[in-house]
């Protein structure tokens, strides 16, 4: 079966420009959650959304970082007004829920100019 | 101090040899632990999940929880090319939240 898909595969762009990744879940999956790989970093957790809940928000770094999930299924992360600082993997992953274990996509590799 | 601490590397072996890897943290309420491989440009697969202290064995890994010492390990038998790739430790207080150790990059020589 499909995995996490993740578009683009690649991003460069302007400092200052907004940017939007795409995510695809497993099917199936109700949660999904976006993390941060910074060079020589760990990944960082970014968002969390399980089903129909409020997201925890509380991993995204200021709010030029937003995120949503439409229909329970794709989620979007957008950045705005991009910085350098920005330049970094984002790796989105699932689970079928909340206590299972977390499956990653091959995720969105930013550059900001 | 980083929550999870995780030994840097790189490790270099060769073929066939023990990879030992291995990660501290400070928060005592961590009890989900997993170990993720990433090769170059790819995500993280799952390698390992272990709840609570103990060993956890799957064909050539296995996994170590010592929560006492707030210290785990993977541990990689008969070690192989496609073993190269960078280890990433994980764990969570409530198994959604997950902090990473920082990878320790590992080259198998043929």
């Known amino acids: 079966g499909a995995g996490v898909s993740q578009s683009p595969s690649n991003k460069v762009t302007e400092k200052g420009k907004d940017v939007e990744l795409r995510c695809d879940p497993i099917?199936?999956?109700?949660?999904l959650y976006w993390y941060r790989q910074s060079l020589g970093q760990g990944l960082e957790f970014l968002i969390y959304?399980?089903?129909?809940?409020?997201?925890?928000k509380s991993g995204l770094p200021s709010d030029r970082f937003s995120a949503e999930r439409t229909g329970g299924s794709v989620s979007t992360l957008t950045i705005q007004r991009t910085q350098q600082e920005d330049s970094a993997v984002y790796l989105c992953?699932?689970?079928?829920?909340?206590?299972?274990?977390?499956?990653f996509g091959d995720g969105t590799r930013l550059s900001i100019l | 101090q980083k929550e999870v601490e995780q030994d840097p590397g790189p490790l270099s072996v060769p073929e066939g040899a023990i990879v030992s890897l291995n990660c501290t943290y400070s928060?005592?309420?961590?009890?989900?632990f997993m170990w993720y491989r990433q090769y170059s440009r790819k995500g993280p697969e799952l390698l390992m999940y272990?709840?609570?202290?103990g060993n956890k064995e799957d064909g050539r890994f296995t996994a170590q929880v010592d929560k006492s010492s707030k210290y785990i390990s993977l541990f990689i038998r008969d070690s192989q090319p496609s073993d190269s790739a960078t280890y990433l430790c994980?764990?969570?207080?409530?198994?959604?939240?997950?902090?990473f150790g920082a990878g320790t990059t590992v080259t198998v020589r043929a």
């Open positions: 992953a699932s689970s079928s829920q909340y206590n299972q274990p977390q499956h």
């Open positions: 099917s199936g999956h109700t949660a």
């Open positions: 959304f399980q089903g129909n809940s409020a997201p925890d």
């Open positions: 928060n005592s309420a961590f009890q989900y």
């Open positions: 272990t709840y609570s202290s």
């Open positions: 994980a764990m969570s207080v409530n198994d959604y939240k997950l902090s």
